[in-house]
């Protein structure tokens, strides 16, 4: 766990207006037009909606999110990301998006310079998707359900597609988990955390060569050629993703730290030749607490998706694109969202 811990490091003064009014609106619009407007609020601001921080409801290695009142918001409940260190680097990327799967930006604080600030989110009232499906509860409507599982597989890769793809300048996320897909009141999802994230370039970083390089990533989800070689690229966030696939049909964590063991390793065999698999075997990798109720097929096309993802050399692995396509035409007809 000691090897873990280093390895896996995760992550002026303002004046008050003086009308009283609660936050000052300002369009922060990215030079190439992606993105959308933010409020600029005062670190008094920040305070009054979280009650002087008094509720905690995530913390991460350069953060702690906290719930937050916002009166006069569409939103009356948020989450407020306040960050040491990696503030402005987010706070960049985040001015840039706008998608219905990543989580909804609605403003910050940088009162206190550029390595410190709070980030301004909606609330999402089902927590994460780690929650949802390792959370410990027994109780079958507490399950989540396999057409939700089907429907946030397609929105995750919607979200990626986005950053990789439809992005003037695209980012690579970094940190792609379990933990970092909120779910909303109907359990569509929403990316989030781009304290890891990579803006402006197309597909590869390569390391800086004089400099201690920070590795992006948490145990169980992180490529294993870019902890070889240290190059970022997209093809690392498709990695992840694979892991979310294997999450979500099989029920189990990505990585066990009692036992030491990886969900990529248990489920390698099965993935090896899936496209081949016996019914059985393709139902038995199947999360049991589901009590049968999924489709044979769609489970055999996730985890065949998910062997793709995972395949050791980058440049074997689908892009996001290729993705959506194989799950329109062989999971998803005309709709992707769930409500129920």
Partial sequence: MAFFAKLFRIKKLRRRPSNNQVGVVVYQKAEDGDGSSA?????D?????????SVVI?????????????????????AIKILYQVFQQELDILLRL???????????????????????????????????????????????????RMAIAFQ??????????????????????SSNILLDEYFNCKLCDFGSAKMGFSSVVLPPS??????????????????????????NDIYSYGVILLELVTGMAAFCPERGQLLTSLAA?????????????????????????????????????SELCLR?????????????????????????????
């Fill in 269 to 305: 065999a099965v993935l090896k030749d899936v496209s081949e698999c016996e019914s059985k075997k393709v139902k038995e990798m199947v999360d049991p607490r589901l009590g049968g109720e999924f489709d044979l097929e769609e489970a055999r096309t996730m985890l065949s998706i």
């Fill in 210 to 235: 004089r400099t201690k390089q920070v590795m992006m990533g948490s145990p169980g989800y992180t490529d294993p050629h870019y902890l070889r070689t240290g190059i970022a690229s997209k093809k």
């Fill in 156 to 177: 995750v890769a919607k979200a990626i597609e986005y950053l990789h793809e439809k992005c003037t300048l695209h980012i690579v996320h970094g940190d792609i988990k």
């Fill in 45 to 53: 601001d920040i305070e009054t909606f979280t009650n002087n921080f």
């Fill in 98 to 148: 706008c998608h219905e799967n990543i989580v909804k930006f609605l403003g910050y604080c940088n009162d206190k310079g550029m390595y410190e600030g709070a980030l301004v989110f909606e609330y999402l009232p089902n927590g994460s998707l780690h929650e949802k499906l390792h959370g410990g509860s027994k109780r079958m409507e507490s399950i989540l359900r396999w057409k939700n």
């Fill in 312 to 340: 050791q050399a980058p440049i074997h692995r689908p892009s996001a694109t290729e993705i959506l396509h194989t799950m329109e035409d062989k999971i998803f007809s005309q709709q992707t969202k769930i409500h129920k």
């Fill in 58 to 78: 995530g913390s991460g290695g350069f953060s702690n999110v906290y719930l937050a009142r916002l009166p006069g918001s569409i939103h009356p409940q948020g």
């Fill in 39 to 43: 409020k600029k609020y005062s670190w």
